[in-house]
């Protein structure tokens, strides 16, 4: 093809026509419409609502440990299964902890029994010394006479002529007034034992008081002995899911060593926004929560509440501003989000779960 034919072609093709300057002016402004709505819905939007991705699922997970030790008779749950408050978890070998009890009962009604015999021993005692008092008193009394009596006759023998008298009854009247004396000293004594009555019967009382400490002693023993036996089955306490198992049948436990867990049913989020983040959240704010694990899984709940404090003051070892050179960081404080809907009761949550909370701040 020569060269003239080729400029031929080029002159046949139309020319572009340049845009108007009015066109090139409104598309101009559409673009800059477009970026500044834009622009503006994002800030907007960003500024009604607040996420993080430093937050996970949380709950309660209780340890079950023993109060009593020996060996597992009976393990009745295995790994990750439900149980129900109050079910038999554990059996631990009683025969011990039912002779302790036995052996318990058998001291409280030894102890019950001595108390009875002291306390009767206290009613004589009330009865008893008082007239052991009495009686003493009266002995004095008529040894007293009697010795009055003996002496008015040592008196008499001594005092009238020796030819009106003998001396048969000179030594007569005097041994009668002596052995009178003596009478009159012995029931003194005696008179002197039993005149501390109430001290006497306090004795006895103090013997009660020490008895009956023994019985209740003994009924204390007995109940130890029979929580012991109650002891041997581990119960749950609450609803939830066994984890972290770590007992075999026939194995022999300590008291408080951690058998398993039990996870509770109930489940909130635990999320830790920046302090930055806070200005505008308010308690019963809206959240949408999204769960890493279960991508199709949409959560819905609300604030719960704010912890007084962030993250890093009640760490094992706080910062320490006040001293050194401060360098300023934000820090994340704790937020607890409740889950109101979403959740699955076939699949549950477990505990640590990354989620991302979105709180809307209207």
Request: some cysteine; aromatic content about 6%.
């Amino acid at each position: 093809m020569s060269n003239t034919e080729t400029e031929v072609q080029a002159n046949a093709q139309p020319a572009r026509r340049p845009l108007p300057r009015k066109t090139k002016i409104a598309v101009a402004v559409g673009v800059a419409a477009l970026v500044l709505v834009s622009g503006g819905a994002y800030a907007v939007m960003s500024g009604r609502s607040v996420s993080t991705d430093d937050a996970y699922t949380d709950g309660r997970a209780i340890t079950i440990a023993p109060h009593v030790a020996g060996y597992v008779s009976e393990l009745d749950v295995t790994d990750n299964q439900f149980v129900r408050k109050g079910q038999v978890l554990v059996r631990i070998e009683c025969t011990d902890y039912l002779a302790a009890r036995d052996h318990a009962q058998g001291a409280l009604e030894s102890a019950q029994g001595q108390l009875a015999a002291a306390q009767s021993d206290l009613d004589l005692a009330k009865i008893t010394y008082p007239a052991k008092f009495a009686a003493a008193q009266a002995t004095l009394s008529t040894e007293r006479a009697n010795l009055s009596k003996a002496q008015s006759e040592y008196v008499r023998q001594h005092g009238i002529p020796k030819e009106a008298t003998t001396s048969h009854d000179i030594d007569f009247a005097t041994a009668t007034r002596d052995a009178a004396q003596g009478d009159v000293a012995q029931a003194q004594a005696q008179a002197r034992i039993a005149e501390p009555v109430n001290l006497n019967i306090a004795d006895v009382q103090a013997h009660v008081e020490q008895l009956t400490g023994d019985v209740k002693r003994a009924q204390a023993d007995l109940d130890q002995a029979k929580l012991n036996v109650g002891y041997c089955d581990v119960v749950a306490p609450q609803d939830g899911w066994v984890t972290k198992r770590g007992v075999e049948k026939g194995d022999y436990i300590q008291v408080g060593q951690q058998l398993f867990a039990v996870v509770s049913p109930e489940v909130w989020v635990t999320a830790n926004f920046k302090e930055t983040e806070l200005t505008h959240m308010r308690i019963g704010q809206k959240v949408s929560i999204a769960v890493d694990a279960y991508p199709n899984l949409k959560l819905n709940g609300h604030v719960d509440s704010i912890q007084a404090g962030s993250g890093g003051k009640f760490t094992a070892f706080p910062s320490e501003n006040a001293t050194g050179n401060f360098v300023k960081i934000v820090q994340r404080v704790p937020v607890k989000i409740v889950i109101d809907s979403g959740l699955d009761a076939k699949q549950p949550l477990p505990l640590n779960l990354s989620v991302e909370p979105t709180v809307s701040l209207q």
